[in-house]
């Protein structure tokens, strides 16, 4: 195993275990942060949309199937470690056909660089399979079919139709968790009431906002070492102080 690996694995569970604590409020050093008000939402929103105009997924994908596939994959696991998955993935199986008669173990072999990977292989072709019996083979496009597939909850779901088709919807995610509550947005404990927050608060724009908080926290407002100095989020953060580094 190389150096990097063993680094990126590192740090993925490490993310993950703050997370999961920030979830269940056991561990949250954002808890106390202040909320923002009806002014400084309108300056946050207006700042994202500023400096993250045309932000699109990071992951690769060619149709909405490996969009799928790539966002299910992505859970818990960075997006540049699912770019190094995806291609053999997407070759081996290059339709829902393929990948719902395909056989557990080698789904395994090709994603277990990936973290929660039997989980994945086995919701991967349940997915898949229940595209092929009830879709007729083609991914459904609507937010509500897409959560009757296997392995797809609401977060899955709303990232596809984020970035496929510019629906007006939040996601949250590890990053979108972060910024909500170091700017103030929300005080939730979990996800989806993050998401029922910033969707409340920001009302539009919300697929640009999406993609804007997720890349913001991944390379600027990120976990353990958040770059204050350069941030432009700075009159607005309710968390700079605490987070400096
Ligand atoms: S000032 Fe620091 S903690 Fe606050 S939003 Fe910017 S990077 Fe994040």
């Known amino acids: 195993m190389s150096k990097?690996?063993?680094n990126d694995l590192l740090l993925e569970i490490f993310a993950t275990i703050l997370y999961h604590f920030h979830l269940k409020g056991s561990f949250n050093p954002m808890a106390r942060v202040k909320k923002a008000t009806k002014e400084e939402i309108e300056a946050i929103k207006a700042l994202f949309l500023e400096h993250y105009p045309d932000s699109v997924t990071e992951l690769d994908y060619r149709n909405l199937y490996e969009l799928l596939i790539a966002v299910m994959l992505s859970a818990q696991c960075t997006?540049?470690?699912?770019n190094l998955i995806t291609p053999a993935l997407f070759e081996a199986y290059p339709d829902p056909v393929s990948l719902a008669n395909a056989d557990l173990e080698e789904v395994k072999s090709y994603i277990n660089t990936c973290s929660f990977f039997n989980n994945k292989a086995q919701n991967l072709i349940k997915m898949a399979q229940s595209v092929v019996e009830n879709y007729g083979g083609k991914v459904p496009l609507e937010r509500d079919e897409l959560v009757k597939l296997a392995g797809v909850g609401q977060k899955t779901a709303n990232v596809v139709m984020i970035e496929y088709t510019g629906a007006n919807l939040m996601a949250v995610d590890t990053h979108v968790f972060r910024v909500a509550h170091r700017l103030g947005l929300s005080q939730a404990k979990t996800a989806l009431k993050t998401e029922e927050d910033l969707t409340?608060?920001?009302k539009t724009n919300l697929h640009q906002l999406h993609q804007a908080m997720v890349l913001f926290g991944r390379y600027r407002c990120k976990a353990l070492k958040p770059e204050c100095e350069t941030c432009f989020m700075v009159p607005y953060c309710?968390?700079?102080v605490s987070f400096k580094v």
Request: charged share 45%; no cysteine.
């Open 4 to 6: 990097s690996f063993i």
């Open 79 to 82: 997006d540049k470690r699912v």
């Open 200 to 202: 409340k608060i920001f």
């Open 238 to 240: 309710k968390s700079k």
